[in-house]
């Protein structure tokens, strides 16, 4: 993404920070329609020689830019970019360097803000903008032979002009010869009459004979000039169609999963409405031609060129039809995990549509799910030249209809649906171990277009993301498995929505990696991701894995190892392990996370192992291996014996906060390998009330506390743990509150003040209905 590109991204009071980088000395205007050809020239410093020149192309890049604006609400801006040229060509044409120098300052100053603003380094890619750069001289090269081809073409029409009136004089003179011989006796007067009108008519056919040499010349250097400019469309048109707006298209779909957008879709429609001016003005020159062709006299009409003209006509309008359909994207998504009966938005825009006064008559367009199988025959269809019949529906959705608006200031024609909502589904048939949310649907946008007055009919349609429709919140987490793995590994110009059963682990592992930071805003270690390499392989604690993190990186995973077999001794998936890990970082854990607090990817005896040879008091925390969405604190007691507590989920973070948890256990002192608690997770303790409430009650506190067996003899604890089965006790912690007597959670969860609370919030309880509520380690 260039620098420009993000400033525009910026909140209001940082972007206002840019402009006054810029100030009056260089207009806003000039760095907004030059941003990619700056960029270009000043990231890499160029030597003082090169710099001479460099008032002299920015003055011509900026002329260049203003000839292109020639809609009437871009005049302001046009008679601005003018105005600055104007000025740099007296203020800096001796002093070049200066320029550039200022410049240079302003976008590092630029960079700054960005930087403090979104809080990431920017990296400059010379390729990338070098690459922008070339597109926009491509186009604008195609612009001036564009507009000389306009230029010949007028020549012709006066050529053509003169010839007929050149024409019709000589067969007049030729009439006028023919009275001659024919209206009486021929005197010396008419002989000598005679003779002057035969020369006259020789020069004038010498001359017309010329001229129509001239003329068939012009008409064949016309066509093959504008095959050229044809041609080059076509190239650039490619280039922004199949790679640009591909590409923006392809990280749209992986910005679903967390990756971060890099191209500007704003950029792409100013290079799609070069290409729909140039597009359609082209098309009006070949027919200009052709229409001068039919109406010229039989003389000067050349056979071939008709066939010629109509082929180009036809390849011109295929290549606005071409442009036109592949313009109409999806500039929001619905909801990639769709739940009925529920509300969600999307917005689809068309890229050419002001440049093309479509909004003259307001499309509508209109919204309806179809299924896989339906997606594959309306794409084969379309591919074969012609729409067959209308896809099946495959469920109802409300409010899936909309007229789109154009927007003057921001020159786009676009339509928001803010209120669609699915009422039903219909599902397909399964096989074998389908279920329903493997199932992928999508959601097709229609609409016609009219171009030209009407005088093109263009219909339209594009296909959402596949969504997993789902009708409970226990489905979502295996419909985002669907959802994630689509986005991942989806091939390029595959046939609706095929994917590989199988993958590299470095390639799921860098999906994980990214799902995990977006969503927590926290990275994966190494660690952390070999950690997720032996769950998801299911191998044991310091089995042998590849020793390289090529090799390891290059072992396949299967879709069935992902979400589908249950782990080792689980009744869960590896996916509903991780996708639950993240939700509670996401929800409760997040600033301890990316405070590198919790260790969390660790194996229970690494953890032991690692304990066991500190002090008394150490602590870590690491995820559960047995309890969905659990953190566990595993600590060193008396005699270096390692404890670990209960895993604390979603349900019990909600009441208490893991850093007050922390702080209520006085047995947890150091956090590994040797940090004070109170050094760290002190600026997270909930500051105590210390005052009465304004009702004059005495607000009461839940103190996590451990229960009496734990002191003095660990060894009471360890043939009384919760869990026989784990060979390191497994402690069960309690609330007490000053206020009311001691109770263990699990009696909490069961009292009439938790069903209160879960009256009050259901919603908030009910995203963890799905593992039943469990509070004790299986």
Known sequence: MSLWARAQQLPQESLQQVRAIYGDHFPIEVRHCLASWIESRIWTTEPEEQQRYFVEELVQEIQTNADLMLSPE???TQMKLKEAANNFRVQYSHEPHKLYAYLRRCLALEMEVIQNAMGTPYVAQPHTERKYSELITGLQNVRQKVSMVGEEIRSLQANIES???QYHECLKNKGHINYLQQSGPITAERRELEAHLRVQIE???RKLNALVAQINQSQMELVDRMKDNIANLRQLQSQVLDEELIKWKREQQLSGNGVPMQSNL???QEWCELLADLIWTSRQQVNNVARINSKTIVELRQPHLVEMLDDMSKQVTSLLSTLVTSTFVIEKQPPQVMKTNTRFTATVRLLVGGQLNVHMTPPRVTVVIISEQQAQLLLKSDTQGGRGKQPVECGDILNNSGCMEYQHTSRQLSVSFRNMQLRKIKRAEKKGTESVMDEKLTLLFQSEFNVGG?????????????????????????GWATVTWDNAFSPPGRVPFAVPDKVTWGQLAETLRIKFGSATGGDLSEDNLRFLAEKIFSLPYR????????ELNAMAVSWTQFCKDALPERNFTFWEWFYMVVKVTRDYLRTLWCDRLIMGFIQKKQAEEMLAKCPPGTFLLRFSDSELGGITIAWTGEGNEVFSLQPFTSRDLMLRSLADRILDLA????????VAKDDVFSKYYTKPENEMLKNGYVKPVLVTTLPPYMSPSPAYAHSHSPDSHRNTP????????????????????DSELFEQIRAFEPDGLDDFDFYNGNMSMK
Do not use: C, K, R
């Open 203 to 205: 020069d004038m056919e």
């Open 543 to 550: 089995s042998v894995l590849p020793i390289s993190t090529m």
């Open 74 to 76: 871009m005049f302001v």
């Open 730 to 749: 497994s402690v069960q912690s309690s609330y007490f509150s000053a206020a009311t007597p001691a109770q263990t959670e699990s009696s909490f969860m």
């Open 266 to 268: 704003n950029t792409i």
């Open 454 to 478: 009407g005088e093109l009919v263009f219909q339209v349609w594009t296909l959402s993301l596949p969504v997993v429709v789902i009708v409970h919140g226990n489905q979502e987490p295996h």
């Open 667 to 674: 047995q947890l002192q150091f956090l590994y390998p040797n």
């Open 163 to 165: 010839f007929s009136l």
